[in-house]
């Protein structure tokens, strides 16, 4: 036998075999018992994480002189909407940021209203779940100043951000962006509703004009083009169920990881 | 220890006396760390895919200008496309493995190929669970093991090497006769040898530590509990290429180590990682000591 008959059996037998494991393996991957096992995990990783941590344990803060050069922006970066086309046009004069749900009193507040608040400011990384990280300065009013004003009523667990960003345009609206925090994170000092970076006002690419930032977790829990603040006991029978745009998709809800 | 003799001849075949080498923990641990690497590995891929740039310091992203100072891609050539590797500033063209591979029968831009991947196909969710449950997994079967090797004096009686071992002069010979691929017999292979020790020692107790520290180093939540973990690695993306380059050298070590266990006898190997008895063998002029 020649040798080039022998190396194309070998090469044959062994793709044969690599297709029959790669076969395989997606089935194992897409089975749902299978997944339901390995997604234990991310209980292990949020009660470890929680244990360890307290309610005021911050993210590490940098200097001006880590800032990058180049912060990139990654999801939408321009939200396909007249709606949102109309409120750029006058520098979001007529945008209000609606705080509802489960709460003693429903806020509708302008972006003067937020600016007129305290503030805090805060040079973190961020760190996208596809392993890129960026380090900016961002300006804003501490969530839990807000939750505050508004005040929770009995048995509100989670704060969900809407958003004016379709990230998968589609007819019924599924492919709207939102997010959910719980309230240790909503409470927690670093977690304020952005208006302003590096020293300007929140660019359209990052989420004009108010971002969330949630800095002990991935960047796609920092909501972009926020348009409302909604307090519920359960994020059940929002989209998708799993409390956000990326967690209807497959992703874990605690990011913290 | 216990000793069992077996196949006495009086001829001069060499005689065969079969020893408990490895304990049930080694064993298990053994086992079920080959199941956590393997999976922690294919989808570390999975998960490198999703950005197949490695940088240095607190931050790094692809925004121009890109400081990454690795980088696997595709361009495009002609009406097909090519996989490039960039390492500084050396460019090579990897079409076929990294940066451009078959997928579904079609050459796909992807860093690493579908084969190594799982799942086989670009999942950057599915590949972080799988990726997440094995490192729990691995964490916990590596403290198991830890300490039954400081209790169970594994480490001391195993691992670590003896004086004797660590003279210039044996270290030498031993270099030279794994050059030569000639392995002790009889006695002298009762013990791991002195190059086997330190590379275990390498392994057990730097390459798979950093591995975990480096993995928690690129997590914002252990970044807030352990802030010191970004000052010991220079930042999270610095971790993140530690932790690419701990990985290479891991699955180097595994390459290493399979074909020495094929070398050095394979089914005595696989039976005392299995069964745990070890044969030695003796020339009959040897002495058996039990």
């Given at each position: 036998m020649s040798f080039d008959l022998t190396r194309r059996r070998f090469l044959i037998g062994s793709s044969v075999a690599a297709t029959g494991l790669l076969t395989g393996c997606d089935a194992m991957v897409q089975s749902t018992t299978v997944n339901d096992i390995l997604q234990k995990a991310e209980s292990l990783t949020m009660g470890a994480q929680r244990l360890l941590m307290?309610?005021?344990?911050l993210a590490r803060e940098f200097s001006?002189?880590?800032?990058?050069p180049v912060f990139k922006a990654n999801g939408t970066s321009q939200p396909d909407s007249e709606d949102y086309a109309r409120m750029t046009e006058n520098n979001f004069a007529d945008w209000k940021l609606a705080v509802n749900g489960m709460v003693k009193t429903p806020l509708n507040l302008s972006l003067a209203d937020l600016k007129a608040m305290p503030s805090r400011t805060q040079i973190t990384r961020h760190d996208c779940v596809e392993g890129w990280s960026a380090i900016g300065k961002w300006t804003g009013v501490p969530l839990g100043l807000v939750l505050e004003k508004a005040g929770l009523a009995p048995g509100a667990r989670y704060a969900v951000f809407h958003c004016a960003d379709d990230l998968e345009p589609s007819l019924d609206g599924s492919g709207r962006y939102y997010e959910s925090i719980d309230l240790v994170d909503a409470w927690h000092p670093q977690t304020i509703l952005a208006y302003g970076m590096n020293g300007k006002d929140l660019e359209v690419a990052h989420g004009a004009p108010m971002r969330l930032r949630v800095?002990?977790?991935?960047?796609?829990?920092?909501?972009?083009?926020?348009?409302g603040i909604e307090l519920v006991e359960s994020f059940k029978n929002l989209a998708g169920g799993k409390g956000g745009f990326w967690e209807d998709r497959g992703y874990e809800w605690y990011a913290g990881i | 220890m216990a000793s069992v003799t077996s196949g006495v001849t009086d001829t001069a075949k060499p005689k065969k006396v079969l020893f408990y080498r490895h304990s049930v923990a080694v064993r298990i641990t053994h086992w079920l760390n080959v199941l956590c690497l393997s999976f922690l590995l294919m989808s570390g891929l999975q998960i490198f895919n999703a950005h197949p740039h490695l940088y240095w310091g607190q931050y790094g992203a692809d925004a121009l200008p890109d400081p990454s100072f690795i980088s696997i891609g595709a361009v495009e050539d002609g009406d097909t496309i090519k996989g490039v590797t960039r390492i500084g500033s050396l460019s090579l063209n990897t079409t076929g493995v990294l940066g451009a591979s078959t997928e579904d029968g079609e050459l796909s831009p992807r860093a690493f190929p579908a084969w190594i991947t799982i799942p086989s196909y670009q999942d950057l969710a599915t590949g972080r669970r799988w990726h997440f449950f094995f490192a729990w997994f691995f964490v916990i079967n590596g403290l198991v093991y830890l300490l039954y090797g400081l209790i169970g004096r594994h480490f001391r009686r195993d691992i670590v090497p003896t004086k004797d071992q660590l003279t210039p002069g044996h270290l030498a010979q031993e270099i030279a006769d794994h050059a030569r691929l000639r392995f002790p017999k009889g006695e002298k292979a009762r013990h791991y040898n002195s190059l086997q020790k330190l590379t275990y020692m390498a392994i057990i107790f730097i390459i798979l530590p950093l591995m975990v520290l480096t993995g928690l180093t690129m997590s914002p939540g252990f970044n807030a509990i352990f802030p010191w973990l970004l000052d010991v690695f220079g930042g999270r993306q610095s971790a993140r290429t530690l932790h690419f380059i701990s990985a290479s050298l891991i699955v180097i070590f595994v390459i290493v180590h399979i074909v020495m266990v094929l070398v050095s006898g394979v089914w005595n190997n696989l039976r005392s990682m299995i069964t745990g008895y070890y044969a030695l063998k003796f020339e009959q002029k040897d002495e058996v000591s039990k």
């Open positions: 307290s309610r005021q344990t001006e002189a880590d800032l990058s800095e002990r977790q991935l960047g796609y829990k920092h909501a972009k083009y926020v348009m | -």
